[in-house]
């Protein structure tokens, strides 16, 4: 989930929901843009963001009908300018909410002209107090058990904890009106990304967040593929700080680059880790790297490799569920106190969370 920014205007939105402005007039507009906007494509010379060369975003009469001023701050129209700080800077160019105000917004100006929204006026509400209401109200309609919230460094600590204390509610809310369908009695989980965070207990845990991404792990494990045993320093660190706090760990990611070393290695390097852990979408099938575009990273985001799942990364995908379920089985993995074994060959340790006690031994190369 984001609660930062908003999206950027696009040619479909401007076109259906009446806001903004564009240099292009009369039949120009007809024979370049059509009767549908978003048909547009790149003419020669030109890229998918040459649209924007068409749209007059000085044009402050028309651009106040799209979120409003008290929504968000962005260089277009006459908005309140983006700061440069982390909190009220446009990322990306990205429109900057006003999660920090406390002046009551209502609804963003385009939702006049939306007629299938549910959202309703509330009366005192600000921009945060909308958000949050909104994305918990996801959680009570549909019983969501957790958010991966983004770019957690630009929005205010409490903020957050808003976020958590009435997703919690929500889901509390859901699973005593749905008995039948609800998986178990955990309460609700807010994972968060902060660029660059580590296996260390900051600021976010005090403010709702249940894990935040581990950046360090990566590259940790990228330089264990040979040898498992070079995790025995990491695994054996992270088991001793992460007595009152957790994080999430990951090899691949849509922010950096997609893990393809050691093969079958890398699910013992992922799903043996403690801590929480996310499986990145085709990490265990081996997804290759897409087209890029504009982007150098858009190839992270490249479609699933359904085929390869059941043909030439079958087996893959067996290590990979057999390792997930044996870590499924043990909270230790995840959870327990390590201590790592003195062995003549190879490397190992045990694990113990609780009644649950696990030994894992890994023998080297055959």
């Known amino acids: 989930v984001v609660m930062n920014h908003a999206g950027y205007a696009t040619l479909a939105d401007m076109q259906e929901y009446q806001f903004g402005a564009l240099y292009l007039s009369g039949a120009e507009r007809q024979k370049i843009l059509g009767d549908r906007w978003t048909n547009w494509r790149p003419a020669a010379g030109q890229s998918w963001h040459s649209f924007n060369d068409y749209i007059n975003f000085s044009d402050s009469a028309a651009?106040?009908?799209?979120?409003?001023?008290?929504?968000?701050?962005?260089?277009?129209?006459?908005?309140?300018?983006?700061?440069?700080?982390?909190?009220?800077?446009?990322?990306?160019?990205?429109?900057?909410?006003?999660?920090?105000?406390?002046?009551?917004s209502g609804l963003p100006a385009f939702y006049a002209n939306k007629p299938d929204t549910k959202a309703k006026f509330i009366e005192g509400y600000t921009p945060r107090d909308y958000l949050t209401h909104w994305l918990s109200q996801w959680v009570h309609d549909y019983g969501i058990d957790g958010f991966r919230v983004d770019t957690a460094k630009n929005?205010?600590?409490?903020?957050?904890?808003?976020?958590?204390?009435?997703?919690?509610?929500?889901?509390?809310?859901?699973?005593?009106?749905?008995?039948?369908?609800?998986?178990?009695?955990?309460?609700?989980?807010?994972?968060?990304?902060?660029?660059g965070h580590g296996v260390m207990k900051s600021d976010y845990y005090r403010y709702g967040f249940d894990a935040m991404i581990n950046f360090d792990y990566q590259e940790q494990a990228a330089k264990a593929v040979d040898c498992l045993a070079e995790m025995g320093p990491v695994?054996?660190?992270?088991?001793?700080?992460?007595?009152?706090?957790?994080?999430?760990?990951?090899?691949?990611?849509?922010?950096?680059?997609?893990?393809r070393e050691g093969g079958d290695k890398a699910a013992e390097l992922l799903l043996l880790s403690p801590g929480a852990v996310q499986i990145f979408y085709g990490d265990e099938s081996a997804r290759p790297f897409g087209p890029t575009g504009s982007d150098p990273l858009q190839g992270t985001r490249s479609d699933m490799n359904w085929q390869d799942v059941s043909g030439k990364s079958a087996a893959a995908v067996a290590h990979w569920q057999r390792i997930s379920q044996f870590r499924a089985r043990h909270p230790a993995i995840g959870a327990g106190q390590q201590t790592t074994l003195t062995l003549k060959h190879g490397y190992g340790f045990v694990r113990q969370y609780g009644d649950d006690t696990v030994m894992v031994v890994w023998a080297g190369r055959r």
Do not use: C
């Open 235 to 259: 695994w054996q660190q992270m088991t001793d700080k992460m007595q009152d706090f957790n994080v999430l760990s990951y090899l691949s990611s849509h922010d950096t680059r997609l893990f």
């Open 63 to 104: 651009w106040e009908k799209w979120w409003g001023k008290k929504w968000i701050r962005t260089d277009i129209g006459d908005y309140d300018s983006p700061g440069f700080d982390d909190l009220t800077l446009s990322l990306a160019f990205l429109p900057d909410i006003k999660t920090e105000s406390t002046t009551p």
């Open 155 to 195: 929005v205010e600590l409490p903020a957050w904890q808003q976020l958590k204390t009435q997703a919690s509610a929500a889901l509390r809310e859901w699973k005593q009106a749905n008995p039948d369908k609800a998986l178990d009695n955990s309460p609700f989980w807010m994972t968060g990304e902060a660029w």
